[in-house]
């Protein structure tokens, strides 16, 4: 059985206690228009959209915020690895490889296997 005593330990007011004169008891007593529903509605969603559009910003600017501070974070460790001018010794290595990787690719098939036959070798004597 329920007891009509809340939570506080009250009994609940008396509707006609909390009516004021010209009010109805329940809010959804009055009946709205189509209009004003509509208004509502489209007040609403107007609410909605701007929340959404300040949220968006945030995000947009956190976003913004974090990309600065990886790039920040990446300049001060390469850096930190490479000394001066990081990124030009970078470049440097990245075109020596390159260099390499080409004077490879234009000797003939036979003198590749023939180097990696020998080192093949070299390496089962040990």
């Given at each position: 059985?329920?007891?009509?005593?809340?939570?506080?330990?009250?009994?609940?007011?008396?509707?006609?206690?909390?009516?004021?004169?010209?009010?109805?008891?329940?809010?959804?007593?009055?009946?709205?228009?189509?209009?004003?529903?509509?208004?509502?509605?489209?007040?609403?969603l107007?609410r909605?959209?701007?929340?959404?559009?300040?949220?968006?910003?945030?995000?947009?600017?956190?976003?913004?915020?974090?990309?600065?501070?990886k790039?920040?974070?990446v300049?001060?460790?390469?850096?930190?690895?490479?000394g001066?001018?990081p990124?030009?010794?970078?470049?440097?290595?990245t075109?020596?490889?390159?260099v390499?990787?080409?004077?490879?690719?234009?000797?003939?098939?036979?003198?590749?296997?023939?180097?990696?036959?020998?080192?093949?070798?070299?390496?089962?004597?040990?």
């Amino acid at each position: 059985m329920q007891s009509s005593i809340n939570r506080d330990g009250f009994l609940p007011l008396d509707p006609d206690e909390l009516v004021e004169e010209g009010e109805l008891p329940f809010p959804d007593a009055a009946a709205d228009t189509a209009r004003e529903k509509a208004e509502q509605s489209l007040h609403h969603l107007q609410r909605e959209l701007r929340l959404l559009r300040a949220r968006m910003g945030l995000l947009r600017e956190d976003a913004e915020a974090a990309l600065k501070a990886k790039a920040t974070s990446v300049d001060a460790n390469a850096h930190v690895q490479l000394g001066s001018y990081p990124w030009l010794k970078l470049a440097v290595a990245t075109g020596m490889a390159f260099v390499v990787v080409r004077a490879i690719r234009r000797m003939p098939f036979g003198v590749l296997l023939g180097g990696l036959a020998g080192h093949v070798s070299q390496t089962r004597r040990w």
